[in-house]
């Protein structure tokens, strides 16, 4: 198996899709970037084009040497290349060190986060990406069906923990689709690109946020049965105490959770306690 069937790697090279990866972040020329898995460079020519600041992270040790040398060669100063894994690197703290990073009042300076994902850690990269303290806007090109559980709206097939996980504390928009073709190689599935900016209101504090995502995965893997069954098994709460506490939160207890919005399953982990 190839270097690039391991890691997942599909490369997009095409210039007018790259460019509107680009517009996506809705860049300035003051940004920080954060490029998970630059590969072999075609995005980050793209932003470094723009003016922005890139912090460019690839797994591969070849094609981060290949960066290096494309690095030294334009002699920029707006480019930090870093070896190794998205998953386990400190973002924040790369960005807060950086030498392409200038100073900030911020502890961690403002920054953006871009990146064409392997679809199989999207997930973990998503989680990671919105932990505290969170970028002004993340944006991954990523399978269809995940952008498409991202995005979901309340009743919708889709719908589910993720969404609800990622919409709380984010306004999601699914941008455009991008065929197998696109990419070399061809995955065996079709693309799209999500732009995911952090609400000025979360639903839940970053403290609350990991209990609200275990207690809507809960809620999640009953999501057929009647939402007082759903709590009750969900709280461990007797049923009197449950159909209480959704009358005054005015939940119908016979509804369905896929049906509830992000605000109302925010409310029920606040009644929760």
């Not at 932003?47 to 002699?75: F, P, S």
């Not at 069906?145 to 993720?162: K, N």
Request: aromatic residues 6%; glycine residues 8%.
């Amino acid at each position: 198996m190839s270097r690039q069937q391991r890691l997942g790697q599909h490369f997009l090279s095409d210039p007018r899709l790259l460019s509107k990866i680009v517009d996506a972040l809705d860049p300035t020329p003051e940004d920080v970037v954060v490029e998970i898995g630059a590969g072999k460079g075609s995005l980050t020519e793209q932003l470094l084009a723009r003016g922005l600041r890139v912090i460019a992270i690839e797994k591969d040790r070849r094609l981060a040497g290949e960066l290096g040398t494309q690095k030294a060669e334009r002699g920029t100063q707006r480019l930090t290349i870093v070896h190794g894994d998205a998953l386990q690197l400190d973002w924040h703290a790369l960005v807060d060190t950086g030498s392409a990073v200038p100073r900030s009042d911020f502890r961690v300076p403002r920054f953006k986060i871009v990146g064409n994902i392997p679809y199989a850690i999207t997930s973990p990269l998503i989680d990671k990406a919105l932990t505290p303290p969170l970028p002004e806007r993340i944006v991954f090109l990523v399978q269809r069906e995940v952008a498409e559980r991202l995005a979901a709206r309340p009743g919708s097939r889709d719908y589910g923990a993720l969404s609800v996980g990622v919409q709380a504390t984010c306004r999601v928009e699914q941008l455009f689709r991008v065929k197998p073709g696109a990419f070399h190689p061809a995955p065996r599935v079709a693309s799209a690109l999500v732009r995911l900016t952090p609400r000025q209101d979360p639903l839940v504090s970053a403290e609350q946020l990991g209990a609200f995502r275990a207690f809507v995965t809960a809620c999640f893997t009953r999501r057929r049965k009647q939402l007082r069954n759903v709590v009750m098994a969900a709280t461990g709460r007797p049923a009197a105490a449950v159909l209480a506490g959704l009358e005054r939160l005015g939940l119908d207890p016979a509804a369905r959770p896929e049906t509830l919005r992000p605000e109302a399953f925010a409310r029920l982990l606040r009644w929760r306690g």
